[in-house]
């Protein structure tokens, strides 16, 4: 397995992954994948990772601008999203691994996510990777009808934009 960067060309596995995970009604408020010229507007341009084993996509992670002011330029959203055949492998962990890596190389400072309290896998992974819960928004959005709450987690870089 290699974690690579992500082209055009893997969106329909890509797409694949994120409606498997939008399937589970804990990963994301969406209710459906965009198309890539939405997602690819929507994320940085650096910091979009697959992971990859003979062609198979198993996982894939990116960046989102949190804003577009200036001042947020170094703080980016995670999505990481895992095939549901290759969930509790470890492959979430090498890429985050690979995402902070990468983002570090990008200038970012800080990345944030916000995780669903149902999704302990999640939880675990950005508790592991040094992200420290920060609060939770309460009744936040809906999705199929039910409000949900969301955690949120940051990780501050120890190299970037401290100084």
Not at 34 to 59: C, F, K, M
Request: glycine share 12%; aromatic share 10%.
């Amino acid at each position: 397995m290699i974690i690579r960067q992500m082209t055009a060309s893997d969106w329909e596995q890509v797409s694949n992954i994120y409606s498997e995970g939008i399937a589970t009604g804990f990963a994301t408020f969406e209710t459906s994948a965009p198309d890539y010229g939405q997602w690819d507007s929507s994320h940085t341009e650096h910091s979009r990772l697959v992971a990859e084993d003979n062609g198979i996509l198993l996982g894939w992670a990116a960046l989102s601008p949190v804003s577009s002011r200036c001042v947020y330029g170094g703080v980016g959203e995670v999505s990481i999203y895992i095939s549901s055949q290759s969930r509790g492998k470890g492959i979430g962990q090498l890429l985050m691994e690979r995402l902070i890596e990468e983002s570090e190389k990008a200038g970012f400072w800080t990345l944030q996510s916000g995780v669903f309290p149902e999704n302990t896998g999640s939880i675990k992974l950005h508790e592991k990777m040094g992200f420290r819960y920060i609060g939770k928004r309460e009744r936040i959005g809906k999705i199929h009808g039910a409000w949900k709450d969301n955690l949120l987690f940051e990780r501050r870089s120890s190299t970037v934009g401290m100084d």
